[in-house]
């Protein structure tokens, strides 16, 4: 395994062949589940005023920018892949959000806005995972303005060890010793996995004061996949489920078995 990010080339061939089927995950309980877990705490760092200029930083098809725009922000959707945008052009035009969403191609590791531009970035679903996260974080922190915020997630390094023991127990070793920082997931080669620590190393390294770090999927990847992916289910298993990841979210003893680790900083 290469100790090194994937292509650009093949994270847009990924994304693109991928954009008409990537929102039916938010339809399914894991997808919801997610997605409810993510807004109970993001919406705690979102800018008082409602005017403010958002990034949604590899914002794909939309799944963030939609909602942000809803509130009344201002939001640049920015992604590498033509396919996905599409799909989020499709969305803002159906709900009349094209006066606050606008769409622009973009590589995230080197940005053509200006410095200080947003108000706000979010980089939510592993973008800094995908590509070169040093210098996504770099641009994302260069964009961003004096005391503004900033929201991402990345796939965490130890639920993935526990998986690949099944399968490789010398891979899943390294994983776990720090000296394997790679691994394959959902279609992506290679994708950078991190430890609670390695991740709030990498903001603070880059001049990022971290207020706090969420876990994401400790309950629901626990779950067997055929409860996971199901799309028609009680409203009260989702509640229960629901509300138990959201407890387990910001529980520091299981921080390190998410799935998904979310961070929110200062600039
Ligand atoms: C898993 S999707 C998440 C999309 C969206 N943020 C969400 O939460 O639904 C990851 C996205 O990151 C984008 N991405 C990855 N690396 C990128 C880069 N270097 N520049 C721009 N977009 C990138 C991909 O094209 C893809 O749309």
Not at 97 to 113: A, G
Not at 124 to 147: A, F, H, W, Y
Not at 184 to 192: D, L, M, Q, S, V
Request: aromatic share 8%.
């Amino acid at each position: 395994m290469q100790e090194e990010p994937e292509s650009i080339e093949r994270i847009k061939s990924v994304f693109d062949e991928l954009s008409s089927r990537f929102d039916s995950f938010a339809e399914m309980l894991q997808g919801r589940v997610y997605g409810y877990v993510t807004w109970e705490h993001l919406k705690k760092y979102l800018p008082e005023d409602e005017n403010s200029l958002i990034l949604d930083a590899g914002g794909g098809t939309g799944k963030w920018a939609l909602p942000l725009a809803k509130r009344g922000y201002r939001v640049i959707l920015c992604d590498i892949s033509k396919g996905m945008l599409e799909q989020a052009e499709k969305k803002i035009i159906k709900e009349n959000l094209s006066d606050r969403v606008k769409i622009q191609e973009e590589n995230l590791t080197n940005l053509s806005f200006p410095h200080e531009m947003f108000d706000f970035v979010l980089c939510e679903d592993g973008p800094i995972s995908i590509s070169d996260s040093q210098k996504v974080l770099s641009e994302l922190r260069r964009v961003l303005k004096k005391e503004g915020k900033i929201w991402a997630s990345v796939i965490g390094r130890y639920p993935l060890a526990l998986t690949e023991a099944e399968k490789d127990p010398e891979q899943a070793y390294k994983l776990c010793k720090r000296e394997l920082h790679y691994l394959p997931y959902k279609g992506i080669e290679r994708a950078r996995v991190f430890s609670p620590d390695e991740l709030q190393n990498l903001f603070e390294r880059n001049g990022i004061e971290v207020i706090k770090l969420y876990g994401n999927r400790i309950l629901m990847r626990s779950l067997p996949e055929q409860i996971q992916a199901m799309t028609d289910f009680d409203e009260r298993l989702f509640s229960d489920l629901a509300e138990m990841e959201l407890a387990l979210s910001e529980e520091p003893s299981v921080l390190g078995m998410a799935e998904y680790l979310q961070i929110t900083g200062e600039k």
